[in-house]
């Protein structure tokens, strides 16, 4: 059987490196549907998940992908799938019940132009209030943005090491241009590497409760065939999984699904920081644009502007606690993203009108450059 790793150096884009990190964190099943610019991702897992003894199937549609990455991560494997913007929408409604049934499994959202069918060879970086409210109800949710092929890679263990952890779906929001970006992505030997799975139950069989929260928060997780009596629904459900048609165990359940996150955040939250020490200007900027905001860092500095970069690695939950502090030493806020203000609204809401907050955003095609930036910096500030 060949290495699951593909230890070295490598020259691939985006998608390809995803596609890498995943089989190395310990993926072994891929359900999708071909949708661009995410389909590099599904050739690789194709040619990559039988010889290491995984399975790979391509389902009638982006639901019934869902449905069945949420069904094999019960078996006891840990499992992915990957589209775009109209197969992202089309995921929403089993996302949620994957939130529901604390199903781990990851989802990459590689981001192209939109509404409906869009600009499908194009970047954006427009589904990302999708990825944290697409789906109905309250919950809490996972997301990464890588802004390299490397960090695809890395980002995308990353994704299924919380997925596991916290028995949760973990979106990974990357765009076109990322997902097409081919550069040298270093892959280090797979003991190099550190995975998590998903906790195991313990004690007697009969006595089991499949959601009943361990110290972190987190149910241990049991794979069918293992002899647990285990009700999953996407009902309203006790610790033991059964249905309960009450305002009582909505509270009792809606508390799980939350805290789990809500009192992990110093685990999961995830930024990155550039020229910030001396910062009096704030870039707030992930994926993508977060590459051309580093120039504009720069160029601002030689402009006699004191900004810095605050890169979102973790896009959700929010880093609104620290956006809070910085707001109370900073001047301002510039958000740079493809879209026209979505996570901007985030910043502008944790600022909440102590300091000026602007936005450079447009509404997809291509992307946003230094220049852009460096004149509302100027004319800002």
């Known amino acids: 059987m060949k290495p699951a ?42 040619v990559r998940l039988g ?18 990455i949420l069904g094999a991560s019960w078996t006891g494997v840990k499992s992915m799938t990957a589209t775009s913007g109209p197969g992202f929408s089309l995921m929403m409604e089993n996302i949620g019940l994957g939130i529901c049934t604390e199903t781990p499994c990851v989802v990459v959202n590689v981001q192209r132009a939109g509404p409906s069918t869009g600009l499908p060879t194009l970047g954006a970086q427009a589904d990302m209030m999708q990825a944290r409210w697409g789906s109905h109800g309250h919950y809490e949710i996972i997301a990464l943005s890588p802004y390299s092929p490397q960090e695809a890679f890395y980002q995308t263990i990353t994704a299924f090491n919380l997925s596991e952890k916290y028995r949760i ?8 241009i990322i997902g097409h970006m081919s550069e040298k992505v270093v892959i280090p030997a797979a003991n190099k590497i550190k995975t998590a799975s998903r906790p195991g139950p313990k004690g007697r069989k009969d006595r089991f409760k499949p959601f009943r929260p361990g110290p972190n928060g987190v149910a241990p997780m049991p794979a069918a065939g293992e002899g647990y009596n285990v009700h999953i629904t996407g009902l309203t459900h006790d610790e033991k999984g059964y249905p309960v048609m009450n305002a009582e165990t909505q509270a009792e359940m809606m508390a799980r699904l939350t805290s789990k996150i809500h009192m992990n955040l110093d685990d999961i939250l995830c930024t990155e920081s550039y020229r910030m020490e001396d910062a009096e200007i704030v870039i707030v900027s992930y994926g993508v644009s ?38 109370r030493r900073v001047k301002g806020f510039v958000t740079v993203e493809i879209n026209l203000g979505q996570m901007h609204r985030e910043v502008e809401r944790c600022v909440g009108g102590a300091i000026p907050a602007f936005l450079v955003g447009h509404a997809g095609g291509t992307i946003i450059r230094p220049e852009e930036v460096l004149t509302v910096l100027k004319e800002a500030f």
């Open 5 to 46: 790793v593909l230890t070295g150096e490598y020259f691939m884009n985006g998608d390809v490196a995803c596609a890498e990190g995943a089989l190395a964190a310990g993926c072994r099943f891929f359900g999708g549907y071909p949708i661009t610019p995410a389909t590099e991702i599904a050739e690789r897992m194709a």
């Open 290 to 327: 977060a590459r051309t905001s580093l120039a504009a860092v720069d160029q601002a500095r030689l402009a006699g502007i004191k900004a810095g970069l605050l890169r979102l690695v973790t896009v959700w939950p929010f880093p609104e606690d620290q956006i809070r502090r910085l707001a």
């Open 169 to 176: 779906p973990v979106l990974i929001m990357t765009d076109e």
């Open 51 to 68: 010889p290491l003894g995984g399975t790979y199937i391509q389902m009638e549609d982006e639901i019934a992908a869902m449905a069945a």
